[in-house]
């Protein structure tokens, strides 16, 4: 399975933007590129994902880069409540990858 | 809209019992996964399902079996439960090919064993 690498934890102000990095080197032409979130005390929960192009939602922005090795989760306006793990993973949408497989992700602290 | 329903939310084991940790979905998802997480780590898959009928092992299985006999349903059983066995389990479900494959989570079970 692709890997992806993200740094253990970040640091960010309230109401500032936060760029969440991913590193995915060896990632395939069929992966899909997700990211999900660990509130405290609860189950992940789906943030967004993309393949090429830039991805905007409600929650976040995610910007994939031109070679697709690496992306970042964009935050536009951090608040308390997106104190978190953030989870970046690939997931094959060519069928053979059935697993959904987390790594350690990024812990988000956001100070008042 | 309930989701991805597990129960029960919390149990105390004592070693060497055995319990079924339930999960339950009704968004007719044909993927659904069981995770641990031990505290201050990151989600290990225990085992996964593609369809009714179809199981296979993830990273940690050792200690668990699983059964697959409907879409919804994906209990998670442990036999001779260990203090190693100790922590939050998570079920998961999700569409398995196609581009809506947004994975939806439970609450978790929180399990003690001592």
């Known amino acids: 399975d692709a890997k992806t690498t993200q740094p253990n934890s970040m640091e960010s102000n309230e109401e500032e933007p936060v760029h969440l990095p991913c590193n995915h080197s060896?990632?395939?032409?069929?992966?899909?590129i997700h990211w999900y979130r660990q509130l405290p005390s609860q189950g992940p929960e789906y943030v967004i994902h993309?393949?090429?192009s830039n991805v905007n939602n409600r929650m976040a922005s995610l910007a994939i880069a031109e070679d697709r090795k690496s992306s970042t989760l964009i935050l536009h306006r951090a608040t308390l409540r997106d104190a978190a793990v953030y989870y970046c993973i690939l997931r094959d949408y060519g069928g053979s990858n059935y697993k959904l497989t987390f790594g350690k992700g990024t812990l988000l602290t956001v100070n008042p | 809209n309930a989701g991805v329903t597990q129960t029960p939310k919390f149990r105390i084991l004592k070693i060497g019992q055995s319990m079924t940790l339930q999960c339950t979905q009704d968004m007719n998802h044909n993927y659904m996964y069981w995770y641990r997480q031990d505290p201050g780590m990151g989600l290990k898959l225990i085992y996964y399902?593609?369809?009714?009928?179809?199981?296979d092992k993830g990273e940690v299985p050792n200690g668990y079996n699983v059964s697959r006999s409907t879409t919804e349903d994906f209990p998670l059983r442990l036999e001779l439960a260990a203090p190693s066995q100790t922590s939050v389990y998570f079920c998961?479900?999700?569409?398995?090919?196609?581009?809506?494959?947004?994975?939806?989570f439970g609450q978790g079970t929180r399990l003690t064993v001592v």
């Open positions: 060896t990632i395939s032409g069929t992966d899909y």
């Open positions: 399902s593609v369809g009714a009928g179809i199981t």
């Open positions: 993309g393949l090429t």
């Open positions: 998961a479900s999700s569409y398995g090919t196609g581009m809506n494959t947004e994975a939806f």
